[in-house]
């Protein structure tokens, strides 16, 4: 459903992703984990189309990205999403709804408790809030690939459940997952496969079994 | 999948902006304050505001284009929001097209404001309000188009300020937005086609107190034409991310052919000889003793001393057109005695009348365009449902018609307004007797202030614009034009009198 075949992207003269080759099969979840500026942030954005690589395949459910159709396929959670600060939750739900061409889907953003939140601009959101409304963009329109860049943060314990909970349906009803994240533990407790990556290179790539008994000190 | 997104993105453009208090005090406020510029800066003019319409609805249109819109569109991809739209499948143009739709009804809403606000500060009602909204809405197309273009190049908030404001000055000044076209050394007027004020001003002003938009035709054109290459080059330029490069890419070839059509459109425009808006007409038509010599057949006591009195230095045949429209009116000129027309018509200076040629009570000397034509075939045709033209007295029918001729050069409708005093002739002689005619109009002219010009409010009937300026103005005009019509009834002035040798052409000395 995924595949990035040798990407590579430099920027300001820098390789922040060097020559990494990752796939996520449908049904599958893969963590990209790595430090902050480990270049998983820049990976997803190629992956979505928002880059251009220097050098490089990919593929998103058998189209190039930043196509109409890849973009149609793609469902980006992005670290810092820019929102229509002056419109209501409600608003923007149904605005990004009708951009993908789909209807608003009443059920996702009563589970992401944005129906209380319906009339709030969104300038008046939590950071939570908001990262709850963007979370409901990214998946309402029931992408097959989705690509979550720190997902559960300003997420409180009650939230990240239900996040992992809608995760593990869009994995059961074959979507291919590729969630970035520094937190170990998120990527232990949602991930089938784990790849970590240090300044833009991939360092591993296994079975998240194998990852964790490779990386002593992890409870 | 992606049908009819165009919409809901315009709905969520218009609410974000009606939602944002700065957007409003900047788009609908500030308009407002720049009509009260206006109003005090003109307000002696003898029409209202009507004569600067095309300035301040272009200024108000250049403040939204060149700064609003694209303040919003940087500021929006600067927060990151455009580049979360770039997630979804629909094409980059509806994003564009959606933000200068948004802006167009925002634009209308302050364009609507203006005119009521100008409208209560005296502005006549629009003579042509189909025209006047085709040329508001191609005009803020245009302009809008420029500023999604330069919401495109400029990389953030400051520096839409600078690019905007490299538009907005020289529109000003050399656009004849704010500096009049008429007022510019002759070397300036072809950079005034680089870019589209000078077309938005001469369109807009046409169809406020011209002819209606049929007139500006190319004006029209040339407006259209820049306003699609702008958004052409938009769209060509775009950019979701704020860091993203200036580099179009392939795309960015067809830039080459859009740079050649603007070019090309500037050519055409300099070559064409367009018209310019005319300089507000604030001339005094003086006083009927400015125009009546001493004679055995007419009883004229200020005729021995005219407003601007032929001297030594002034030749017999200036005009006293010198004083500015708002002097206190004189004492009335005593009756003539009409019952002694040829001895009256003696007494009568002719030759000191604003000359036919010139911009105060011009009278055409050649046929109509085929434009004209129609245009006063229509008055003509609604002229004969008039009420105003035929109630009252014989005098104050004649004096209801001059009206149709006195309106339209205080507006400067140039060219319809040199016809219009030949169709109000042509009108008086097919309803009144030669020798009956001749006296009514003596009577006019020699009493500007007796009788009713209430009817300059009714011209609209017959797509003229109304009066609501002081009284006095079109007073003076219908006297000057009384005489006239008189001088050429009467076969003692045809056309304008040869001038002296190495005589220049007299003309006002205020505000033509």
Known sequence: MILI????????????????????????????????????????????????????????????????????????????PGLPERLRVAETLQLFAVLHGVAPCADLASRLGLTAIAQQQVRRLSAGQRQRLALALALQHRPVVILLDEPAT??????????????????????????????????????????????????AGAVLADLLQERPGHD | MTEGPLWPLVRANLLAS????????????????FLAGFAALYGDDPVPLALHAGQFFTITILGSAAFGLPTQMVSERESGLWRHYALTPAPRWRFVVALVLARAALLAGALLLQHWAARALGMPPLPHPVSTVLALAIAGL?????????????PNVPAVQALGQCIFLPMLILGGVAVPLASLPDWAL?????????????????????TGTRAAGFELLALAGHGLLALLAAVLLFRWEPAAPLRPGRRGLW???????????VVVANVRQQPMPAAPDTANAGQPADYVRPAPGITVAAAAAPAAAPSAAAPAAASPLAAPIAAPPQPPVPAAATDDLAAALDGIAFERLPPDSGLVAPIANGPPDAVLENALARIQRQLADWPPARSGSEEQQVRTLLLIAAV??????????????LLVEAQLQARFAAPALQRLLLAIALHPDAGSVAARADLPALGLPAHAGPESAVRGRVMLYAFKLLGRLSGRRVGDPPLPNDQPEPEPAQGE
């Open chain 2, 18 to 33: 009606l939602r944002n208090p700065m957007a409003l005090i900047y788009g609908w406020l500030f308009p407002l304050l």
């Open chain 1, 5 to 80: 075949e040798g990407l590579t992207r430099s920027r300001d003269g820098r390789r922040v992703v060097d020559d990494v080759s990752i796939t996520a099969a449908a049904g599958e979840i893969v963590g990209l984990i790595g430090l902050n500026g480990a270049g998983k942030s820049s990976l997803l954005d190629c992956v979505a189309g928002l880059a251009r690589p220097q050098a490089g395949q990919i593929s998103v459910a058998g189209h190039p990205p930043g196509s109409p159709a890849a973009r149609r396929a793609t469902g980006l959670l992005m670290q810092q």
């Open chain 2, 408 to 421: 339209p050069d205080l507006l400067q409708m140039d060219p319809l307004e040199r016809h219009l005093p």
């Open chain 2, 190 to 210: 072809p950079w005034s086609n680089l870019l589209p004020g000078r077309h938005a001003v001469v369109a807009i002003q046409t169809a406020v107190t011209g």
């Open chain 2, 255 to 265: 830039l080459l052919p859009l740079i050649g059509l603007w070019l090309a459109l």
């Open chain 1, 154 to 203: 300003a997420l409180d314990p009650a939230m990240r459940r239900d996040l992992a909970a809608i995760l593990a349906e869009r994995r059961e009803t074959g979507a291919a997952i590729l969630m970035a994240t520094h937190d170990r533990d998120e990527a232990a407790s949602l991930c089938d496969r784990l790849v970590l990556l240090d300044n833009g290179r991939l360092v």
């Open chain 2, 142 to 154: 245009c302009f809008l188009c420029l500023g999604a273009l330069i919401g495109n190049l400029a």
